[in-house]
């Protein structure tokens, strides 16, 4: 069965004017999968681009959004979409880097100090740069990218303070080569595992930390499963907004401008969303008792530096990726 209904079918006219009516059926369908909750704001800011082509198309195109992992995990949506089951899928760039090695180079540690320099980044040459290669896996990337956040170190165990903390932890990471090669460069015990497994692991000690954005311990309830969270800031992570590369270049040309128009509007707004949450959501996990700390960061920088990770890494991304990343932040290694 096609996800895409009646392309073949002269488009009819559509009218921004017009009172939407939504009784006839769609005449094509998005199908989009992600792995948040519905309370995150990515979530919330899709169904809003949603709602918007459902208006600006008069009804005949319907996204249909999955949240929260409810068509498998990462892995399973990263198939989804490149076999065409999804027309779209957010991976954070680490996992979409299972694929596209060089998407990963947003996430080489302590890269970025502020969102000044990630957006110049991200919506620069750097950006420019992995949507190249994406479009060579035949995914279509929107120009925007979505923000996941800094992510943070939460553990059940004893607080993480600097390079030593990390002595054999055994922390969760995404299904990210990066992420692993970062962790045991620090010298703890990663494990990668999808999101979708994360809150059971820590519940049953399976691991004992795990890393992520405020906003996502805070929509995934990992508060409830960690005692203390070091804020280390160690990788930037967002989404990229991915979709199928055939479905993407046979969707006619007005319901393309409309349907990149709604999502990477909502994007821009997502970016702000999380920049408010970030100053908000702290003192609500404090609430929840989820303690924080401070960690010796320069700690963690020359452990790494002393295991390889930059040598490492500037070789595998290769010169020009590597080149575009320092353009914006300055000589990492
Ligand atoms: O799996 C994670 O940790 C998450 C939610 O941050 C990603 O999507 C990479």
Redesign the pocket.
């Known amino acids: 069965r096609s996800v895409l209904k009646g392309l073949s079918a002269a488009p009819a006219a559509i009218s921004l004017f017009s009172i939407p009516r939504y009784s006839k059926a769609a005449e094509i369908t998005l199908r989009y999968g992600n792995?948040?909750p519905l309370s995150h704001p990515l979530n919330i800011r899709a169904k809003e681009a949603a709602d918007r082509i459902a208006k600006e198309t008069n009804g005949r195109v319907e996204m249909l959004i999955f949240p929260a992992n409810q068509l498998g995990g990462?892995t399973d949506m990263l198939s989804q979409v490149r076999n065409g089951a999804l027309t779209f899928f957010t991976?954070?760039a680490?996992?979409i880097a299972t694929l596209v090695p060089v998407a990963a180079i947003n996430a080489v540690g302590f890269a970025f100090k502020d969102y000044n320099q990630v957006w110049a980044a991200m919506d620069g040459p750097v950006g420019a740069f992995v949507r190249k290669s994406i479009a060579d896996a035949r995914l279509h990337a929107l120009d925007v990218m979505w923000d996941?956040g800094f992510?943070q170190m939460t553990t059940s165990g004893a607080r993480i303070e600097n390079a030593d903390s990390m002595k054999g932890l055994k922390i969760r990471v995404?299904v990210?080569p990066i992420s692993i090669s970062m962790f045991s460069g620090l010298g703890a015990a990663p494990a990668s595992l999808?999101?979708s497994e994360?809150y059971t692991a820590l519940q049953t000690k399976v691991v004992d930390a795990?890393e992520?954005?405020l906003p996502?311990i805070q929509v995934a309830k990992l508060y409830e499963v960690q005692s203390s969270c070091a804020l280390s800031n160690h990788i930037w992570?967002g989404?990229w907004f991915i979709a199928n590369g055939r479905q993407w270049s046979g969707m006619p040309a007005d319901v393309q401008e409309i349907v990149s128009r709604a999502i990477n509007q909502a994007g821009l707004k997502q970016r702000e969303d999380i920049k408010a949450l970030n100053e908000s959501v702290q003192t609500d996990l404090q609430s929840k008792g989820l303690a924080f700390n401070k960690c010796d960061t320069d700690s963690f920088r020359a452990k790494l530096r002393e295991a390889g990770f930059y040598t490492e890494w500037k070789q595998k991304f290769g010169p020009e990726a590597w080149g575009h990343l320092e353009s914006v932040v300055g000589t990492l290694a």
Do not use: A, M, T
């Open positions: 792995n948040l990462d991976p954070s680490l996992v996941n992510r995404p990210s999808q999101f994360v795990q992520n954005p996502i992570d989404y």
